[in-house]
């Protein structure tokens, strides 16, 4: 048989929180450099409402961005790497106002790949809701950057069309996002997405690569044919253990789920976490998948370990 061609590497990293520096996300960086990763998504984050004591006993309400600066850094990143960049765009927390101004940042910075979500809940709420003048789902959010590149802004002001249109990929979920009614129903609207202008298709995490292959095949009947990256997370704690299934709504298979119960503590994790991503990505370059994408979680070390032969 010959060898499947190998497929380019990519992975995530989280801003750091507020008031915090860049030096851990360089770190992250240059340990994966390593790996000529194709790209670098950078992750956006909805504002959340604290509550501040104002020294006179006082609680004033806030909204604050715990993790802001997604543009800014993005445009660090490709100054100083000279690597593409994927800015996460989201609706959650966020007018289309607000986006569209995020756009026109992004475009005079050259930077032309995003990553189009539609984001998490607020904390505490039990479904998602819009900000007001936002969008409810990331089809509209394609809408709007599809309406940005041909010089359609808000307000029905018409612009120049982009010389150097946005280009943006969405994501799937191979067990289904946790919203919708089924699987079949989700496709339905990621197909949507995918007819809007999608290029390709994330995946959330899985650590069953059965469940991929079959997520994959389904896509194609229905008759969805851009590339879909497989997304792997690194197992580092045993927190992740119960944490993940219960936050992404996945399942560990049957042989994972019996190593991951074997363990006493975070070390053991994190061997059995290399060995099973090992495998996953031997498994996925001989199917002959594009590309292979990292939720680092800014957990380099641990990508390094699992990239190396």
């Given at each position: 048989?010959?060898?499947?061609?190998?497929?380019?590497?990519?992975?995530?990293?989280?801003?750091?929180?507020?008031?915090?520096?860049?030096?851990?996300?360089?770190?992250?960086?240059?340990?994966?450099?390593?790996?000529?990763?194709?790209?670098?998504?950078?992750?956006?984050?909805?504002?959340?409402?604290?509550?501040?004591?104002?020294?006179?006993?006082?609680?004033?309400?806030?909204?604050?961005?715990?993790?802001?600066?997604?543009?800014?850094?993005?445009?660090?990143?490709?100054?100083?790497?000279?690597?593409?960049t994927v800015p996460h765009i989201i609706?959650?927390?966020?007018?289309?106002?607000?986006?569209?101004?995020?756009?026109?940042?992004?475009?005079?910075?050259?930077?032309?790949?995003?990553?189009?979500?539609?984001?998490?809940?607020?904390?505490?709420?039990?479904?998602?809701?819009?900000?007001?003048?936002?969008?409810?789902?990331?089809?509209?959010?394609?809408?709007?950057?599809?309406?940005?590149?041909?010089?359609?802004?808000?307000?029905?002001?018409?612009?120049?069309?982009?010389?150097?249109?946005?280009?943006?990929?969405?994501?799937?979920?191979?067990?289904?996002?946790?919203?919708?009614?089924?699987?079949?129903?989700?496709?339905?609207?990621?197909?949507?997405?995918?007819?809007?202008?999608?290029?390709?298709?994330?995946?959330?995490?899985?650590?069953?690569?059965?469940?991929?292959?079959?997520?994959?095949?389904?896509?194609?009947?229905?008759?969805?044919?851009?590339?879909?990256?497989?997304?792997?997370?690194?197992?580092?704690?045993?927190?992740?253990?119960?944490?993940?299934?219960?936050?992404?709504?996945?399942?560990?298979?049957?042989?994972?789920?019996?190593?991951?119960?074997?363990?006493?503590?975070?070390?053991?994790?994190?061997?059995?976490?290399?060995?099973?991503?090992?495998?996953?990505?031997?498994?996925?370059?001989?199917?002959?998948?594009?590309?292979?994408?990292?939720?680092?979680?800014?957990?380099?070390?641990?990508?390094?370990?699992?990239?190396?032969?």
């Amino acid at each position: 048989m010959t060898e499947a061609k190998k497929p380019y590497f990519s992975f995530e990293i989280l801003p750091p929180l507020r008031g915090k520096g860049m030096a851990a996300i360089y770190d992250t960086i240059e340990r994966l450099m390593q790996f000529d990763p194709a790209y670098i998504n950078i992750t956006t984050h909805r504002a959340e409402t604290i509550y501040s004591d104002d020294g006179n006993g006082v609680f004033k309400k806030l909204c604050v961005r715990n993790r802001p600066g997604t543009v800014a850094i993005a445009a660090a990143i490709k100054e100083r790497y000279g690597i593409r960049t994927v800015p996460h765009i989201i609706c959650s927390g966020f007018t289309a106002a607000e986006i569209e101004s995020e756009l026109i940042d992004l475009s005079y910075l050259g930077i032309t790949d995003l990553l189009l979500l539609r984001g998490d809940r607020a904390h505490g709420e039990n479904r998602y809701t819009p900000m007001p003048g936002g969008h409810s789902h990331a089809i509209e959010l394609c809408h709007q950057v599809n309406d940005f590149n041909r010089g359609l802004l808000l307000g029905h002001v018409q612009t120049k069309p982009l010389t150097s249109p946005f280009n943006y990929g969405v994501a799937g979920y191979p067990e289904k996002h946790e919203e919708a009614m089924n699987l079949a129903t989700d496709i339905e609207h990621l197909k949507a997405k995918v007819d809007a202008g999608a290029k390709y298709v994330v995946t959330q995490m899985f650590f069953d690569n059965q469940k991929y292959f079959s997520f994959v095949d389904k896509l194609r009947k229905a008759g969805i044919d851009v590339p879909v990256i497989p997304g792997l997370k690194p197992l580092t704690t045993l927190n992740h253990c119960t944490m993940l299934p219960r936050t992404f709504h996945i399942d560990f298979p049957d042989e994972l789920a019996k190593e991951l119960s074997r363990c006493h503590n975070n070390d053991d994790v994190k061997a059995v976490g290399v060995d099973w991503a090992k495998q996953q990505c031997a498994e996925l370059r001989q199917a002959g998948v594009e590309g292979i994408h990292f939720y680092t979680m800014n957990a380099a070390q641990m990508v390094e370990r699992i990239m190396t032969p």
